[in-house]
């Protein structure tokens, strides 16, 4: 698996990415901590305001073909 987190990536196996999304829902309480596509894996750290703005960013993400990560729905 190759996780990208800001600019820097790294190849991880799947133990350690499984603590990389615990660890990005702990800081992402109500928003996008991840999506992951094709092997690949981007955490992000999207906070969001409201429950559409978050549907919102979910169907933007999953057009586009990704798995996506998320707290609040």
Excluded at 12 to 17: F, G
Excluded at 31 to 58: N, P, W
Aim: glycine share 8%; aromatic share 10%; net charge positive.
């Amino acid at each position: 698996m190759v996780v990208t987190i800001g600019k820097k990536v790294w190849a991880v196996n799947q133990e350690r990415y499984k603590s990389l999304l615990a660890l990005g829902s702990e800081q992402v309480p109500f928003g996008v901590y991840a999506i992951e596509k094709d092997g690949q894996a981007e955490m992000r750290f999207d906070h969001c305001k409201s429950i559409t703005q978050l549907k919102r960013l979910i169907r933007q993400f999953k057009a586009a073909g990704y798995k996506v990560y998320a707290n609040g729905r």
